[in-house]
């Protein structure tokens, strides 16, 4: 498996990496795996709904916003929070989209818990937890059945850009960082490298 840390990366620009990536794997059964690990400027995304309350005001956003091709409502992505995008040949593992959403929030909440952050699933709700409040969020879209798009998690520094929406369409939910839920010092590099050194073997590869 193929890991890159981009650093900080435009949304643009990931996306059109992740676009030439997913084509490839699509048509060479024997590409490797891939995982680009980054960070964004500040930008707003939402998924494929006709739904947009989520927004609340669209013409208010702070930043940019962008329709992309993944399941879920609004999100937002800015300094201080890890990007994860797996590329990942879905047909080796069932073609189960359910199944690799739970296996992505299983892998955060046993990195949360290196940090000493104790994270969970809250049922009925997609992406991790830490007590009531939300420290990482998950959306995937599959093309012929490799993986693009995927995880968020918030490490540290500020959240207001979360302010602006209603993160993922959850009426009343508090994001929350690893930072404050205790990891003092940590930064999203150091949090890169951990998912560097277990992604793969929590893969089976």
């Known amino acids: 498996m193929n890991i890159r840390w981009l650093g900080r990366i435009s949304y643009g620009d990931a996306l059109a990496m992740q676009e030439k990536i997913v084509a490839q794997k699509a048509d060479d059964l024997d590409a490797p795996d891939e995982m680009l690990l980054l960070e964004h400027d500040s930008i707003f995304t939402?998924?494929?709904?006709?739904?947009?309350?989520?927004?609340?005001?669209?013409?208010?956003?702070?930043?940019?916003?962008?329709?992309?091709?993944?399941?879920?409502?609004?999100?937002?992505?800015?300094?201080?929070q890890l990007v994860g995008y797996p590329l990942l040949d879905l047909r080796k593992r069932g073609s189960d989209l359910h199944r690799y959403l739970r296996d992505l929030e299983e892998f955060l909440i046993s990195l949360c818990a290196e940090f000493s952050v104790a994270a969970s699933r809250c049922e009925g709700l997609t992406g991790v937890w830490a007590g009531a409040k939300k420290i990482a969020s998950l959306g995937v879209g599959v093309r012929r059945w490799i993986s693009m798009h995927g995880f968020a998690l918030n490490v540290c520094g500020p959240l207001e850009g979360f302010a602006h929406i209603t993160p993922c369409g959850i009426a009343g939910v508090e994001m929350t960082s690893l930072e404050r839920e205790g990891a003092a010092g940590v930064t999203v590099e150091a949090v890169a490298e951990k998912v560097a050194a277990s992604f793969p073997s929590f893969l089976g590869q």
């Open 46 to 80: 939402i998924g494929r709904t006709s739904d947009h309350s989520s927004l609340r005001d669209p013409a208010a956003l702070p930043a940019p916003l962008m329709a992309i091709n993944r399941g879920g409502q609004a999100t937002w992505h800015g300094p201080g």
